[in-house]
């Protein structure tokens, strides 16, 4: 089956660490995103990007950082200039064709926590 | 100002019972998709809407495009529904999904 894996599930970090969290589809879809969630608050938006080599800061970027080098992976580094990294975060992929209906996939998410 | 609010935030009901969740956007959309995150995280998606309503067993999601409105509706709740109920929308200018904080349902046996 077609989907979004994401790991690890838990991941620690010590203070000063970067962390890289992974994600990977297998539904041959363009964009990919990173999302952060945090209690009491909707999903933000941390980096899209929407074709390989290629991507765009989302609302919170600072202190995380993106590669796309190949369409099914998109990882996610953790600075450590990301001051409040405990959080829930999320991957999803789409579609990319402009006013497509179609919905994102999400991965299960991982939870990082700092030491 | 989010471009998704949702209410209420946390919704408790009886076994049984019939529960509705709002959702409020400010955006232009191409469609609205009612999300559902269990404890664990993961998120699936229960519905995409353009127009009108649909129906998969319990759930019922309509959307009012005039007024930016959707409602989520869950007909007979049992605690398996406990979860986080997200309302999304799809920005019909580019590929940015925008998220609603969430209602958290709580079904008591």
């Known amino acids: 089956d077609g989907g979004i894996t994401q790991s690890p599930k838990y991941l620690f970090r010590k203070e000063g660490q970067n962390v890289t969290l992974s994600c990977e589809q297998n539904?041959?879809?363009?964009?990919m995103y990173w999302y952060r969630q945090d209690p009491g608050q909707g999903l933000r938006l941390i980096y899209y990007?929407?074709?390989?080599?290629?991507?765009q800061k989302g609302d919170i970027a600072e202190g995380y950082s993106v590669s796309r080098e190949k369409k099914e992976s998109f990882p996610l580094t953790v600075t450590s200039a990301q001051k409040n990294p405990t959080a829930f975060y999320l991957c999803?992929?789409?579609?990319?064709?402009?006013?497509?209906?179609?919905?994102?996939?999400f991965g299960d998410g991982t939870r990082l926590s700092i030491l | 100002k989010n471009e998704v609010e949702q209410s209420p935030q946390n919704l408790t009901a009886q076994e049984g019972e019939f529960i509705t969740i709002n959702c409020s956007y400010s955006?232009?959309?191409?469609?609205l998709h009612w999300l559902q995150q269990h404890p664990g995280g993961g998120i699936v998606s229960l519905f995409m809407?353009?127009?009108g309503k649909k129906k998969h067993g319990r759930l019922i999601a309509t959307i009012n495009i005039q007024e930016k409105h959707s409602s989520l509706h869950i007909t007979a709740t049992h605690p398996r529904d406990s979860a986080v109920y997200i309302c999304?929308?799809?920005?019909?200018?580019?590929?940015?999904?925008?998220f609603g904080t969430g209602t958290s349902l709580t079904v008591i046996p």
């Open positions: 999304a929308v799809r920005a019909n200018t580019g590929n940015q999904f925008y």
């Open positions: 539904l041959n879809h363009d964009a």
């Open positions: 999803a992929s789409s579609t990319l064709t402009r006013g497509s209906r179609q919905p994102q996939h």
């Open positions: 955006v232009g959309i191409s469609a």
């Open positions: 990007s929407q074709i390989v080599n290629d991507f």
């Open positions: 809407l353009s127009s």
